[in-house]
């Protein structure tokens, strides 16, 4: 059974907010898009729960955390992504609950954007993959990111971004996006940004060394072909990337 064609991406928006739990998340998951964006002039930036400190077997965390995120701001900058903020929690082991939500709701309403993204959620990444178990960390962040949207413009939860960190509550989110759902019910035409996000996930050398043997520029070619030719029957034919937009 053909599945249905998937729609654009709103584009009447001028600020984003990704929220991802560790560097390469978004390389991974919707550089080309962010790419695009960019271009058009719009803000978007970036906000990563962890450091991806426990991501690469053969370095210590305190060596891995500062090299990670040096990779992840030069990768940002390759889509035109200056603003990159972290969080100070583990990865690895980084709960759902009210300090993560609290955490997301104070940069959606320091950064005040009407499009949030995060990665998926659910606890595969579906039948593309094998039905693939997610991580915690990713289940964790996304799901926080779904929640905190709606926090961030409640002045009664977390009064104290308020009382103690001045930030007013910010209820212009208008959608969220889903990179790598498995449901994508929208996409960006991926061309014009394709050979960056080459590029940016190329930025995380030192983690793709040690995830594969494979030379990093040819796998992160492959890579990034693979998943904008994923959907293009769903959408005219046009390299894209997919996403599952929740409206609010």
């Given at each position: 059974m053909s599945q249905p064609q998937l729609e654009a991406m709103p584009d009447d928006w001028t600020r984003a907010l990704a929220v991802v739990a560790?560097?390469?998340?978004?390389?991974?998951?919707?550089?080309?898009?962010?790419?695009?964006?960019?271009?058009?002039?719009?803000?978007?930036?970036?906000?990563?729960?962890?450091r991806g400190e426990a991501g690469i077997d053969t370095m210590a965390p305190a060596e891995c955390a500062p090299l990670r995120e040096r990779e992840q701001r030069a990768s940002a900058a390759v889509v035109g992504v200056s603003a990159v903020d972290f969080?100070?929690?583990?990865?690895?082991?980084?709960?759902?609950?009210?300090?993560?939500?609290?955490?997301?709701?104070?940069?959606?309403r320091r950064h005040r954007p009407e499009l949030v993204i995060t990665l998926n959620h659910r606890d595969t990444w579906g039948p593309a993959t094998g039905g693939a178990w997610n991580t915690p960390d990713h289940r964790a962040v996304g799901r926080a990111t779904l929640d905190a949207a709606g926090d961030a413009g409640n002045r009664w939860i977390f009064p104290e971004l308020l009382t103690e960190q001045g930030l007013e509550p910010w209820s212009g989110v208008r959608w969220v996006a889903i990179a790598g759902s498995a449901t994508p019910t929208h996409a960006v035409a991926a061309d014009a940004g394709l050979e960056r996000a080459v590029r940016s996930l190329l930025?995380?050398?030192?983690?793709?060394?040690?995830?594969?043997?494979?030379?990093?520029?040819?796998y992160c070619r492959s890579f990034q072909n693979g998943a904008v030719q994923a959907l293009a029957?769903?959408?005219?034919?046009?390299?894209?990337?997919?996403?599952?937009?929740?409206g609010r």
């Open positions: 560790h560097p390469d998340d978004l390389e991974y998951g919707c550089a080309a898009a962010v790419a695009c964006w960019t271009d058009d002039g719009k803000e978007v930036a970036y906000l990563l729960a962890s969080l100070e929690h583990r990865d690895g082991v980084i709960e759902y609950g009210t300090a993560l939500r609290r955490d997301i709701a104070a940069a959606v930025e995380h050398r030192s983690y793709i060394e040690a995830l594969t043997d494979e030379d990093p520029e040819g029957d769903r959408f005219g034919g046009r390299a894209a990337v997919g996403f599952e937009l929740f």
